[in-house]
């Protein structure tokens, strides 16, 4: 994925131009995706992203690696 994909999927997240909020979709995409390739590479690591987002959900502080740019994008 190039660096003006990850942009646009930020972009995204910020506008909230749909009907269904992106980051819903993106959620179910990739546990739809880890579903249905458990055993590649690309179905793994959507897996990996999905329990880290249902573990966080449930945390008191979830930790992000990014934290300090992450907080800066969504002010």
Same mark, same amino acid.
Do not use: P, T, W
């Given at each position: 994925m190039?660096?003006?994909s990850k942009k646009i999927l930020i972009d995204e997240l910020i506008e909230q131009g749909h009907p269904e909020q992106v980051e819903n979709v993106i959620y179910h995409a990739l546990k739809d995706y880890a579903w249905?390739? $458990?055993i590649t590479w690309q179905g793994i690591i959507a897996?990996?992203?999905v329990n880290r987002i249902e573990d966080a959900e449930t945390e008191e502080s979830p930790v992000?690696?990014?934290g300090d740019t992450i907080? $800066?994008?969504?002010e």
């Open positions: 190039s660096d003006l249905r390739n $458990k897996s990996s992203i992000l690696m990014n907080e $800066k994008i969504f």
